[in-house]
């Protein structure tokens, strides 16, 4: 069954260093997604993409984070600057249609820890 | 904006028992209704949904129904296994520009022997 994949598991940063979670969606999938859980709270929407350009995004989801699409098979979410609140459970995410009836299948997650 | 409501866990059930977490939302409109759950040290899951007004939505003995009138989803299983102990996320698809899903807290359940 295919599936996103999400490197790497785990990524230590101190603060003020950029960081680039990568994700690989499922392949037929044109509709991408980046959620983030900080420890102990909701899973929370930053950023949806389609056609090569962002669709919306939060208010969390502001200049200091950026998303791509570098090839074919890659979406990437890179945080400029990271800060010691950036410490989260980054989601990748992608769905076929973008429809109001369409699944958003999830990756493993990226685990940011700013030191 | 949106928001969901869930029963707070932790929830701790013996195997066999029967499970209610609780969820209820808060949208514009009608939207797609699914729970995700996250195993340990996993990610999000689909588990189930429902797109549409006393839709069932089911899977692995999980069920739950779409209630208009109540903006309620709750997750309901008749005999737990150790196995189901996880988080469980309700989350309506919801519009703002683009769909994004809206979760709850979250709900861990420990299924004990």
């Known amino acids: 069954e295919p599936e996103v994949t999400q490197t790497p598991s785990h990524q230590v940063t101190q603060m003020g260093q950029e960081v680039i979670l990568r994700c690989v969606p499922i392949?037929?999938?044109?509709?991408f997604y980046w959620y983030r859980q900080i420890l102990g709270q909701k899973v929370e929407f930053l950023v949806s993409?389609?056609?090569?350009?962002?669709?919306?995004k939060s208010e969390i989801f502001d200049d200091q984070f950026s998303v791509e699409r570098p090839d074919g098979s890659n979406f990437t979410l890179k945080i400029r600057s990271t800060k010691l609140e950036d410490s989260a459970m980054y989601f990748c995410?992608?769905?076929?249609?973008?429809?109001?009836?369409?699944?958003?299948?999830f990756g493993p997650g990226t685990r940011l820890t700013v030191l | 904006g949106n928001s969901v409501t869930q029963m707070e866990g932790p929830v701790t059930l013996s195997e066999e028992a029967f499970l209610t977490i609780n969820c209820t939302y808060t949208?514009?409109?009608?939207?797609?209704l699914f729970w995700y759950v996250q195993y340990p040290g996993e990610g999000l899951q689909l588990l189930l949904k429902?797109?549409?007004?006393?839709d069932k939505g089911s899977n692995k003995g999980f069920e739950a129904t779409y209630r208009k009138e109540t903006t309620s989803f709750h997750l309901e299983k008749g005999s737990v296994q150790v196995s189901d102990s996880a988080v469980y996320f309700c989350?309506?698809?919801?519009?703002?520009?683009?769909?994004?899903?809206?979760f709850g807290k979250g709900t861990k359940l420990s299924v004990i022997p």
């Open positions: 995410a992608s769905s076929s249609t973008g429809t109001s009836t369409d699944t958003q299948y």
């Open positions: 392949s037929n999938h044109l509709y």
């Open positions: 993409f389609y056609n090569n350009e962002i669709s919306e």
């Open positions: 949208a514009t409109g009608y939207p797609s």
């Open positions: 429902a797109t549409k007004a006393d």
């Open positions: 989350a309506p698809l919801e519009r703002a520009g683009s769909y994004q899903l809206t």
